[in-house]
């Protein structure tokens, strides 16, 4: 799988060849599971065929349990500068339904490991909305992380996927979910106690401390573009998305004999319009009318909704931006939705 990650990256070199590189982002499955020469070898293969930004954020996705004081060092010295931890909850109860790999004791101890070395940035993910999740249990995990000086934090309200064990946990009445009063109190709570510490939301699922908002992410929402490798992933050049294959033997297979181991889509005006205002308008930056105006002219009828939603408060309009009010957050994908052009 290495080497044909390799191959890929030396195969696609002059795709953006003479632009520079200020995010990578190691993501799922479990990247914290590679070994040293594993990633050294990625990093060759990248700083030989790109040009890194020197002061790039460099981005690896870890389980708590992955984590000890000799993999952080030798992440330091491969160049990785920022964790992305999946700790979803400091609970022990629910990270036994959810089936983690790692207890709450861990969760806490990757957290001192990671501070105490002082050289990465730390990100992690909380999930509320969990099933039995009183509001006083809530606040004590995000005092956790307050308490921590974690430097980021993405939030998620728990989803019930089909096809999925929790779905038939769900179905079967083995567990019972949260309804929509009790996830948006939580998420409510989450905000204002999060902003009384000195975290600012700069996405609707997204909070840190002042300078330390994730640059790849908020790349994605931007609309800048961005090249993906390994079975599954996804890049985007601005005016077309392209995905590579999910099955790993046919994405190596393909990319070792020189085949065709993606698809592609064109995006049409209409397509990048309702993108940009899907993915910016979610974020502290907004959707710019003027960027929007650059790809398609906007119908009578997005005006007026515009205007319909800043009549109920749910967004504003300043400097050529539109921006998403507190309440606004909220109903932010019926809001995009209802813009969208058809």
Known sequence: MIAGICAEIEQRKHEDSDEWVNTIYFGGGTPSLLKQKELKLIF????????INPEAE???EANPDDISTEILKIWEEAGINRLSVG???FRPEDLKWMNRAHNATESKRCIEMVKALGVHSLSIDLIYGLPNLPLKD?????????DYGVDHISAYCLTVEEKTALFKQVKEGKIITSDEDEQ??????LVEKLRGAGYEQYEISNFCLPGKESKHNSSYWKGITYQGF????????GKKRRFNARNNKVYLKNVNTGTNYYESENLSPTNRFNEAILTTIRTKWGVSLSSLISI??????????????????????ENDTI???????LMADYISAELFEV
């Open 323 to 329: 921006f998403l009010t507190g309440e606004g957050w």
């Open 230 to 237: 390994g079975p599954s992933a996804h890049s985007f050049d």
């Open 296 to 317: 398609q002219s906007p119908s009578q009828e997005f005006y007026s909704k515009v205007n319909e939603f800043s009549k109920k408060n749910w967004l504003k309009v």
């Open 44 to 51: 060759e293969t990248l700083r030989k065929n790109y040009k």
């Open 87 to 89: 700790l979803q909850s």
């Open 184 to 189: 948006s109190t939580q998420y409510l709570y």
């Open 138 to 146: 809530w606040d004590v995990q995000i005092q956790s992380v307050i």
């Open 58 to 60: 460099i981005t690896l």
